[in-house]
């Protein structure tokens, strides 16, 4: 009822305020101003907590659709979505999917691996909790992927060790783990791949 109140106040005063002749026009406009900024710049609540008018905070909630999102995919900008693969792959060549594939002299097949991995294979099964908004607005999308999966999970190389029924050791293979000990990728034997996949993981020399 406070705000019920407070309008009524104010439309009362708004009232009062009307000019008696034109040499009054002058004054009674600057105590409308006065007034209204007044009541504009005050925060309401109401009894039950439940009403809040905060201009501050609404100036947040502005509908900005980054311009990466292709217009033929929804997006809501109260609950942001990371790119789908398209978005990735034309954010990071700087053209669209069809000028891409369409010029023989772009390895869009490399692109599109990258876009893959940095999307969907370095997450596999895991929640992806990287912040997208700021790796999209990078100047360097792939290196920015890469800190932020290093910032997910923390990764560490170890040696896995693997037995037979006899208890006998068998095999061991070099891991990528998190920082709770989950096993995140078996590396290769192959020295140039496991190199990309320790990267693509953010995983350091440290």
């Known amino acids: 009822m406070k705000i019920v109140n407070k309008l009524d106040h104010l439309t009362s005063k708004l009232s009062e305020l009307k000019p008696a002749s034109s040499a009054e026009s002058s004054s009674s406009e600057k105590k409308f101003n006065q007034l209204l900024s007044s009541t504009v710049a005050t925060n309401y609540t109401d009894d039950g907590g439940a009403i809040k008018v905060a201009l501050s905070e609404n100036a947040k909630l502005a509908n900005i659709v980054p311009s990466w999102v292709n217009p033929d995919f929804d997006y809501d900008p109260q609950n942001p979505r990371k790119p789908n693969k398209r978005e990735l792959m034309e954010a ?13 002299n772009d390895n869009w097949h490399k692109i599109s691996d990258e876009a893959s991995e940095m999307l969907y294979g370095v997450v596999g099964s895991n929640e992806d909790t990287r912040d997208w908004l700021s790796i999209m607005a990078s100047e360097d999308i792939i290196k920015k992927a890469r800190e932020e999966t290093r910032a997910m999970y923390e990764p560490e190389v170890d040696i896995q060790s693997n037995f037979d029924e006899h208890n006998v050791l068998t095999e061991q293979i070099a891991i990528i783990k998190d920082s709770k000990g989950q096993t995140l990728r078996s590396l290769s034997n192959n020295i140039t791949a496991t190199e990309e996949t320790l990267v693509n993981f953010g995983v350091t020399s440290e």
């Open 92 to 104: 990071l060549c700087g053209k669209s999917l069809e000028d891409l594939y369409a010029d023989p």
